[in-house]
């Protein structure tokens, strides 16, 4: 495995890096949480980058004709390749260096893709990805909860009952979306036995999310980070709120903040402190009703997303994580 680089851990506010990769020239919506994930995501990795992106909002606001807010090298590839792409690359320096036919020194390869991109269509190529122990690469996931670009479609990231223009409320059946969201973070952890690192994160949280970017690079071998990105379009809010939505996800125990480092579970930020029973989760109400996209709830409604939610804390073995409980032992 090639040799990783010397990224320390970001102590405060004060240390976080001045120098932009991701500046300005892009045209995503005002208040885009993922564009602020590309910004912090390549702020903590720095200039020794190569970033790779699958089509989505990523890859389309971010490369309008003859303008990129890029400052690293960056390319785009085909909506369910980022696994691919970052393999190839990982692969394609390393033998270019042992050639002698660049320098020999580490460079960070990170892929991102969107949820249509990744928790869908690109699932089975981070899969082979995530078992190339041979590489160091990091897959990011910047989970808006639709396939954003095309004018907001359901994605296998997409609460359940949210309004999307695949599953509009109509007068015959208010719920168009009767799936629950895919469990990603842990279906990479719990499948890839010898990756080293496997997190979630939210921007609300910068800091914890720069330095989770910094630990999966520097930890070796492939690992992923799965964000969770409130979207003002899709989501039908005022931009402003995006900071708060994201806190809010958290608080309510919808999104759970945690890393998986060689096997072992971390909760971290407000999910710890629910977890511990330090503090107590908000009623999901108080998040769903601040988007145009579950407008249309019905107080069952909203009860049935709570009980969803109450169940993954209360009866999962692992609370946000694994969704099996224990069964009846008769013997
Ligand atoms: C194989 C393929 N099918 C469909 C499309 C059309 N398409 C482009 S972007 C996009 C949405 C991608 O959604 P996601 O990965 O969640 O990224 P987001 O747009 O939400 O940022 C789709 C369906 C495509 N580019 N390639
Ligand atoms: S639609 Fe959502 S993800 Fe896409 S650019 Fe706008 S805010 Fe960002
Ligand atoms: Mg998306």
């Avoid at 976080?16 to 885009?32: D, K, N, V």
């Avoid at 928790?119 to 808006?144: F, K, P, R, T, W």
């Avoid at 109509?170 to 629950?180: L, Q, V, Y």
Wanted: glycine share 10%.
């Amino acid at each position: 495995m090639a040799t990783v680089q010397d990224l320390p851990q970001i102590r405060g506010v004060k240390d976080i890096p001045l120098e932009e990769f991701y500046t300005s020239g892009h045209r995503t919506c005002q208040g885009c949480e993922s564009a602020l994930v590309m910004r912090l995501m390549i702020k903590a990795a720095g200039q020794r980058t190569i970033v790779l992106g699958s089509t989505g909002c990523m890859y389309v606001a971010n490369t309008t004709y003859y303008s990129t807010p890029w400052v690293v090298p960056w390319m785009h590839t085909q909506l369910g390749s980022a696994g691919s792409a970052a393999i190839g690359t990982a692969a394609g320096l390393s033998s270019m260096m042992r050639k002698g036919k660049m320098q020999d020194e580490p460079i960070n390869v990170i892929a991102f893709c969107g949820d249509g991109g990744g928790v869908d269509m690109g699932l089975s190529a981070i899969s082979a990805a995530l078992q190339h122990q041979e590489y160091n690469l990091l897959i990011v996931c910047y989970d808006n909860e639709s396939y954003a670009n095309t004018d907001i479609q359901v994605s296998g990231s997409t609460p359940w009952g949210a309004n999307t223009t695949f599953s509009p409320p109509g007068k015959e059946t208010r719920i168009m979306n009767t799936k629950w969201k895919k469990n990603m973070a842990p279906m990479m952890a719990v499948g890839h036995p010898d990756m080293k690192y496997v997190a979630t994160a939210c921007a609300s949280y910068g800091l914890d999310f720069n330095n989770k970017v910094r630990r999966a690079l520097t930890v070796g071998g492939p690992t992923f980070l799965h964000c969770f990105d409130p979207c003002p379009k899709g989501w039908d809010y005022d931009p402003k709120y995006s900071h708060e939505l994201g806190m809010l996800a958290i608080e309510t125990g919808l999104w759970i903040q945690y890393e998986i480092t060689d096997g072992e579970l971390i909760l971290n930020g407000p999910s710890r402190a629910i977890a511990k029973g330090i503090r107590k989760r908000k009623p999901v109400e108080e998040y769903l009703m601040r988007q145009g996209r579950f407008a249309h709830f019905l107080p069952e409604d909203i009860k049935y997303f709570q009980e969803r939610v109450d169940e993954q804390w209360e009866k999962w073995w692992i609370p946000g994580l694994v969704p099996i409980t224990p069964g009846q032992d008769d013997a």
